[in-house]
T-cell receptor, first 114, second 117 residues
Framework: AQSVTQPDIHITVSEGASLELRCNYS??????LFWYVQSPGQGLQLLLK??????LVQGIKGFEAEFKRSQSSFNLRKPSVHWSDAAEYFC????????????FGTGTKLQVIP | KAGVTQTPRYLIKTRGQQVTLSCSPI?????VSWYQQTPGQGLQFLFE???????NKGNFPGRFSGRQFSNSRSEMNVSTLELGDSALYLC????????????????FGPGTRLTVL
């Protein structure tokens, strides 16, 4: 069965520092991979996605992620964090069990300190 | 283009009652999926509807059901509510994809926060 692991439940970084959020997946074939962000009380916003091709993917808000098949990882990075980046981040893999079903990780809550 | 809308945004019910949540997809999107988000279980897939037919289903009891109308709007219903049903229910819409292994980007609504007392 497909699964996604986000080993860090909480991460605290200083504003202006770099950020890396980890994501490992288990999938029987070439996966579609996603990173979503959720602000408090809000739905999910797609930051970036990997379907195929270039393994370094650029997203919105200055985020990027790198697909590493050998490590089954899809880590999210940002060179300089802004206070507005404080939110919860979810890695996801799909299709998971067919069609539009996606399997999500448990999320990483990002706190940004001044 | 308007995004995915969900109504109501907040709902308070008591155990044993039933509830219906509504989702209007982005115009032109014919696939609608529902997810339950709780602190303990995270985001879990409930079901997906396309062309008024449920074509995928997660591991939830039969108390959770849904339907889709000809205009692609979808509703989900939870009967005999339990305390554990308290959650944020998210709806996502997309173009349907061409097959079982085909996938199109999903766009999520803001969710309905259900509290069961």
């Amino acid at each position: 069965a497909q699964s996604v692991t986000q080993p860090d439940i909480h991460i605290t970084v200083s504003e202006g520092a770099s950020l890396e959020l980890r994501c490992n997946y288990s999938y029987g074939a070439t996966p579609y991979l996603f990173w979503y962000v959720q602000s408090p009380g809000q739905g999910l916003q797609l930051l970036l996605k990997y379907f195929s091709g270039d393994t370094l993917v650029q997203g919105i808000k200055g985020f990027e992620a790198e697909f590493k098949r050998s490590q089954s990882s899809f880590n999210l990075r940002k060179p300089s964090v802004h206070w507005s980046d404080a939110a919860e981040y979810f890695c996801a893999v799909g299709p998971s069990g067919g069609y539009q079903k996606v399997t999500f990780g448990t999320g990483t809550k990002l706190q940004v300190i001044p | 283009k308007a995004g995915v809308t969900q109504t109501p945004r907040y709902l308070i019910k008591t155990r044993g009652q039933q509830v219906t949540l509504s989702c209007s997809p982005i115009s032109g999107h014919r696939s609608v999926s529902w997810y339950q988000q709780t602190p303990g279980q995270g985001l879990q897939f409930l079901f997906e509807y396309f062309s008024e037919t449920q074509r995928n289903k997660g591991n939830f009891p039969g108390r959770f059901s849904g339907r889709q109308f000809s205009n692609s709007r979808s509703e989900m219903n939870v009967s005999t509510l339990e305390l554990g049903d308290s959650a944020l229910y998210l709806c996502a819409s997309s173009h349907p994809g061409q097959g079982y292994r085909s996938y199109n980007e999903q766009f999520f609504g803001p969710g309905t926060r259900l509290t069961v007392l």
